[in-house]
């Protein structure tokens, strides 16, 4: 396993148009985020899975955005009539959520970003 | 939202000294970690401190967590030309707050380490 992998890694689009990231995390991680990241910002939570259920969403995600896990393991991000503010890198991370983890200690793997460019 | 603020925002050394980078957060946490990012790549785990620790180890890292300060530092020491990157915190907040599942990220610090 090479870590999590994220598709494409460079999308530049017009406003309107749709796009979609996939993201693969490691096989063995449970857990499934997507993160925001402006130009000199820390990354901002969007959601996240565990296995194929959504259990958090950001106030972030408009209506625009949607995300699935459909089998628990790779994800969509699909953003919908994209704006030039949607320009950003979508980072998406994993890990590994079970018994051992009830303390709370999330620790993320991820991956190496999808960037978004919207003219 | 994010959860802390890092200082200094930026950060420029020479190679050899030791870099300090501090990150404030807000809400009652069950840990803190630190990550870097080297630019236009993702993040890459660090170090993870508890809320019952007072101060970790690891390599040349060392970090500390005063939680009655809502606090962290991140210490850095012999840093190297391979230590540029941004350093960002993030916490996990303690149930029941909603969203305790998930890390939030502070604004980071950009560290420049001159050969």
């Known amino acids: 396993d090479t870590g999590v992998s994220q598709d494409p890694r460079h999308k530049i689009t017009k406003r309107g148009q749709n796009v979609t990231f996939r993201c693969d995390p490691i096989s063995e991680h449970n857990r499934l985020y997507w993160y925001r990241q402006t130009l000199g910002q820390g990354p901002e939570f969007l959601t996240y899975?565990?296995?194929?259920?959504?259990?958090?969403k950001s106030r972030l995600l408009s209506d625009r955005f949607s995300a699935e896990r459909p089998k628990g393991s790779f994800s969509t991000l699909e953003i919908q009539r994209t704006e030039q503010g949607d320009s950003a890198m979508y980072l998406c991370?994993?890990?590994?959520?079970?018994?051992?983890?009830?303390?709370?200690?999330?620790?993320?793997?991820f991956g190496a970003g999808s960037r978004l460019t919207v003219l | 939202s994010q959860q802390g603020e890092e200082d200094p925002q930026a950060l420029s050394i020479q190679e050899g000294e030791n870099a300090t980078m501090n990150c404030s957060y807000k809400t009652s946490i069950n840990n803190l970690q630190w990550y870097r990012q080297n630019s236009g790549r993702g993040l890459v785990h660090l170090i993870l401190i508890r809320s019952n620790e007072r101060e970790k180890h690891s390599g040349r890292l060392r970090v500390t967590l005063d939680t009655s300060k809502k606090s962290s530092s991140l210490l850095i020491t012999a840093s190297r030309a391979a230590d540029t990157a941004s350093y960002f915190c993030?916490?996990?907040?303690?149930?029941?707050?909603?969203?305790?599942?998930?890390?939030?990220f502070g604004q980071g610090t950009r560290l420049t380490i001159n050969p």
């Open positions: 899975f565990q296995n194929e259920a959504q259990l958090e």
């Open positions: 991370a994993s890990s590994r959520w079970g018994r051992t983890s009830r303390s709370g200690a999330n620790v993320l793997t």
């Open positions: 993030a916490t996990v907040s303690l149930p029941p707050i909603q969203g305790a599942q998930k890390l939030v």
